[in-house]
């Protein structure tokens, strides 16, 4: 099905736009009303595994808040959940493993995933969400990397000082290795499935690739990052790559084989459109925190960022990460509005 308004996937490629399109990294989530609705009949993992519902809250930000883009209700951590980890999400806690993996022992128990029978219900959703969609925005699937999943997997839950994951990288880093080989792999694969399914374009989230060193970071991230792009299944769905915390590794990250490079708000669009915007388009970064000011607020700074980035295609505005769950949504609808107004005259008419 033709897409009716492709602008997202035409910045992505760098092609001409008419202005700047905008998504936001956790639109599909709690600061609307009408999706804490949903989750009041259902916790958070029986709606990522109702396909109905999880098409249902994909939606909602593109009726509700205008955005260029859906992306699927679904979340990075059902890989490791179907390679046979059992998972916990806590109200105010977040995600928990009771039974981090920590030895060769405890890498033993996961298992290599088939996406089409393990993952099976986040393809029907992204099937289901595709069709009604109707062709009005392009969808987008994701991913962790994974750096960021086996962080999760060893530390169990969110963490302050990444001691357990930094243990295994320095302590065996053999061990680390094998398991980001497994995950690359399913990722892989996984995200093949998804574009397969319908998905236009898909996002790797590297949450945690910003605590490594710049070496690690290429050793136990990016590589793993690179070698998975190699083996998407894809024809022009492109890929995003938003690796937060990474500014010094820009030049690294721009040769992994991605379309687009996310940028988080400590980093300045400007001057990473001179190193790197030749080669791949850039996403972000407005500070998520500028949501809790007030509109004229929202505006200045978002006309700061399409400043930033200046004249010409290559750019879709978002974040610089997840929007917060406390921001009110109608100032995100404003962000969304002012978007569209103020970045008409970055972009020529003929
Ligand atoms: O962007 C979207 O709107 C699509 C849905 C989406 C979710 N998680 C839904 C979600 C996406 C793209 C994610 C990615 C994700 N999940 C990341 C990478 C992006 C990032 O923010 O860095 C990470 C690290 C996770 C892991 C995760 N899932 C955490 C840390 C939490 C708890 C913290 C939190 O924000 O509540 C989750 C739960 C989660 N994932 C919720 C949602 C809407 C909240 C669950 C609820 O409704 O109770």
Redesign the pocket.
């Known amino acids: 099905m033709k897409i009716k308004n492709d602008l997202f996937l035409r910045a992505c490629k760098k092609e001409k736009v008419e202005r700047t399109p905008i998504w936001?990294?956790?639109?599909?989530?709690?600061y609307l009303p009408q999706?804490r609705a949903v989750?009041e009949k259902a916790?958070?993992l029986t709606?990522c595994k109702t396909p109905e519902l999880a098409a249902e809250v994909?939606i909602q930000?593109v009726d509700l808040i205008g955005v260029d883009a859906a992306?699927?209700?679904?979340?990075?951590?059902v890989i490791p959940e179907a390679m046979g980890m059992h998972l916990e999400?806590h109200?105010g806690k977040?995600?928990i493993f009771h039974h981090p993996i920590r030895s060769e022992d405890d890498a033993k128990m996961l298992k290599d995933i088939d996406p089409t029978k393990d993952l099976k219900y986040v393809l029907d959703a992204v099937a289901l969400t595709k069709k009604e969609l109707k062709g009005r925005v392009p969808l987008i699937g994701?991913a962790?990397s994974p750096f960021?999943l086996l962080t999760?997997m060893v530390e169990g839950r969110?963490s302050k000082n990444f001691s357990e994951i930094k243990k295994l990288l320095y302590g065996n880093p053999k061990l680390a290795h094998s398991l980001l080989n497994k995950i690359a792999k399913a990722v892989a694969i996984y995200l093949s499935a998804k574009i397969e399914a319908g998905a236009n374009a898909v996002?790797i989230?590297d949450?945690?690739g910003g605590i490594l060193t710049p070496d690690d970071f290429r050793e136990f991230s990016l590589n793993y990052i690179s070698k998975i792009i190699s083996e998407l299944k894809r024809k022009d769905e492109p890929v995003i790559v938003?690796a937060?915390g990474v500014h010094y590794k820009l030049k690294k990250l721009s040769k992994c084989g991605a379309d687009v490079i996310g940028l988080d708000w400590t980093m300045d669009l400007k001057s990473v459109r001179e190193k790197i915007g030749k080669r791949v388009a850039l996403q972000g970064n407005l500070d998520p925190t500028v949501l809790y000011a007030d509109e004229s607020k929202i505006r200045e700074e978002a006309k700061k960022v399409l400043a930033s980035y200046g004249k010409g295609s290559g750019h879709i505005f978002n974040l610089g990460?997840?929007i917060l769950?406390d921001v009110n949504p109608e100032n995100a609808k404003a962000l969304v509005r002012i978007v569209k107004e103020e970045s008409m005259i970055f972009h020529s008419k003929n």
């Open positions: 936001i990294m956790r639109q599909a989530g709690r999706y989750r916790d958070f709606m994909s930000p992306i699927i209700f679904s979340d990075i951590l999400m109200e977040g995600p994701f962790g960021t999760y969110g996002q989230f949450t945690w938003f937060k990460h997840g769950p």
